[in-house]
């Protein structure tokens, strides 16, 4: 297939771009490099299947060839970055689905949007099924991303009701692994370059506070069956296994062998208290689910941030 995918320098999307390459697909990735990072797909220069485009896909991208497959998935998704770029996160939310939509309804393609479960909001159930609706914000400061998520998930079926686009919806939960930037704010990184450097871990909070951490490899392969399935409703994929803050602290402590410190931060507003996906349909619709263990996925990611300067 000939795939475009936006934010494709980004974290997930370039692991993403990684596997379809391996799969034989021609990928296009589109990016404006805000968040994402040319490093990321260097590795694919002068591969004949790989296609890059500096371009911000909030503005109307005129692409002539063919495509099969159109995958959503640009975005800042840090809450640092998104709370720094908010006017750019509610754009590609909106002008950006827009765009990206536009171009799968003209070439006749399919389309995949990478939506979050931040459209959960500070969840009052746990875990969390696609059913719920969520308990969101809609004026706080994480409401840029989870509103902009909102709308697209919106957008995404008006176009499948309205013009009979074959759309599908993921909801993306915390993912951790090799490429993330070691500033972009989120804890995973934060936690191994402050162990690296031997600084105490930041717990923002009581640390009381649970997330669920999801591997890349894992996560990509559940794209990759969600794009290759024919559901069309929002699948959760993320990993169910569900922490503490100050557990994964503990986890990455004795991964990196320094000893446990650890110094308090505020909570940012409207932290969720906690995160878990449930993930029986993923499991039942895409015979997907995570096989990598936080132990393992950490140990790679701080064998990366070692290798790549911390
Ligand atoms: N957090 C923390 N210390 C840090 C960074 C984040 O305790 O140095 C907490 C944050 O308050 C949140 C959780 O870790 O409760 C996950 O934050 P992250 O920014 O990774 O992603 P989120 O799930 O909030 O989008």
Redesign the pocket.
């Known amino acids: 297939m000939k795939i475009l995918i936006t934010g494709g320098a980004g974290f997930i999307a370039s692991h993403l771009t990684d596997l379809l390459l391996q799969e034989g697909h021609f990928v296009i990735c589109v990016d404006n490099l805000i968040t994402g990072s040319l490093h990321n797909i260097k590795h694919h220069e002068g591969n004949k299947s790989f296609k890059f485009i500096e371009h911000d896909i909030s503005s109307h991208l005129d692409y002539k060839d063919k495509l099969d497959f159109v995958l959503h998935l640009a975005s800042p998704a840090?809450?640092?970055d998104y709370m720094e770029l908010p006017i750019e996160t509610l754009e590609v939310g909106s002008l950006g689905t827009f765009n990206a939509l536009e171009l799968a309804k003209e070439k006749g393609a399919k389309f995949l949007f990478a939506s979050t479960?931040?459209i959960y909001g500070d969840p009052l159930v746990s875990p969390q099924k696609e059913e719920y609706f969520g308990n969101v914000n809609s004026i706080g400061p994480r409401s840029v991303y989870d509103e902009a998520k909102r709308f697209a998930e919106a957008t995404t079926m008006a176009y499948r009701r309205h013009y009979g686009l074959d759309t599908r919806i993921i909801r993306i939960f915390?993912t951790y692994g090799p490429r993330m930037r070691k500033n972009d704010?989120?804890?995973?990184p934060?936690?191994i370059n402050?162990a690296l450097n031997g600084n105490p871990?930041?717990?923002?909070?009581d640390?009381r506070?649970t997330?669920s951490f999801c591997y890349v490899s894992d996560l990509v392969d559940g794209i990759y069956r969600a794009m290759k399935s024919d559901i069309h409703t929002p699948i959760n994929l993320g990993n169910p296994n569900e922490f503490t803050?100050i557990e994964?602290a503990e986890v990455v402590s004795r991964i990196v062998a320094i000893p446990l410190e650890m110094i308090s931060?505020p909570?940012?507003e409207d932290?969720?208290k906690q995160?878990r996906p449930d993930i029986s349909k993923a499991k039942k619709e895409l015979g997907w689910e995570p096989v990598v263990q936080l132990e393992e996925g950490i140990l790679k990611t701080v064998k990366w941030f070692k290798d790549n300067g911390k």
């Open positions: 840090s809450p640092v479960s931040e915390n704010g989120r804890v995973v934060n936690f402050q871990f930041t717990i923002y909070g640390g506070q997330r803050m994964l931060k909570l940012p932290d969720p995160r």
